[in-house]
């Protein structure tokens, strides 16, 4: 089955840091560009990070308040993704969805064609 | 405040058709595909519409997109109460460097 699954989440105080992880299966993530999006309670979806794949030299973008304190990685040979948060603030609180852009599979560019089922990260003290 | 505008709920009656925009700029829509997304409470977001109007294999033709200058459209026929959920529509923008979202339409299918 072709699918994404998220762990790492929980409880953390500010100025903490976590590292979320996202296994792959079904597929091989060495052919996509992979993603985090995350979503504040009751809010709308903000992406956070981009893993591009190996022919693009898995370069990496971020959205301008994480960088600096989150790192975007992968390990192809374990088919999995990562994203390290470290100095979590409050309004970092939220579900991280780990996702698929699309290009490689057929699909556009841009565009996320698969998506896990999110980890909750809440920062509180 | 997001980078993308989408009206916050939109409604019809169930058999009806509904809209919904998205407006942005010449750095992200104006010159870039435009994808759009379904979400109900409590699950992930899924894919409806990518490269501005094509459709991911099982998702019906009740669902279309298109795209004119720096605006985007999802329409919605044949409404079904099933398709009372959050839509986002989602681009990349050229300036940021970013992926950008909508800040999401909520249909309710009276």
């Known amino acids: 089955e072709v699918q994404l699954v998220e762990s790492g989440g929980g409880l953390v105080q500010p100025g903490g840091s976590l590292r979320l992880s996202c296994a792959a299966s079904?597929?091989?993530?060495?052919?996509?560009?992979m993603e985090w999006v995350r979503q504040a309670p009751g809010k709308g979806l903000e992406w956070v990070a981009r893993?591009?794949?190996?022919?693009?030299?898995?370069?990496?973008e971020y959205i301008a308040s994480v960088k600096g304190r989150f790192t975007i990685s992968r390990d192809d040979s374990k088919n999995s993704l990562y994203l390290q948060m470290n100095s979590l603030k409050i309004e970092d609180t939220a579900v991280y969805y780990c996702?698929?852009?699309?290009?490689?599979?057929?699909?556009?560019?841009?565009?996320?064609?698969?998506w896990g089922q999110g980890t909750m990260v809440t920062v509180s003290s | 405040q997001s980078v993308l505008t989408q009206p916050p709920s939109v409604s019809a009656a169930p058999g009806q058709k509904v809209t919904i925009s998205c407006s942005g700029s010449?750095?992200?829509?104006?010159?870039?595909?435009v994808s759009w997304y379904q979400q109900f409470p409590g699950t992930a977001p899924k894919l409806l519409i990518y490269?501005?109007?094509k459709r991911p294999s099982g998702i019906p033709d009740r669902f279309s997109g298109s795209k004119s200058g720096t605006s985007a459209t999802l329409g919605i026929t044949g409404l079904q109460t099933g398709d009372e959920a959050d839509y986002y529509c989602?681009?990349?923008?050229?300036?940021?460097?970013?992926?950008?979202f909508g800040g999401g339409t909520k249909l309710t299918v009276l």
């Open positions: 989602g681009t990349w923008d050229a300036s940021l460097s970013d992926v950008v």
């Open positions: 079904g597929f091989s993530i060495s052919d996509h560009y």
């Open positions: 996702a698929r852009e699309s290009r490689a599979a057929g699909g556009g560019k841009n565009a996320f064609d698969l």
């Open positions: 010449r750095s992200n829509i104006g010159d870039e595909y």
């Open positions: 490269d501005n109007n």
């Open positions: 893993s591009r794949h190996k022919a693009v030299y898995y370069s990496t």
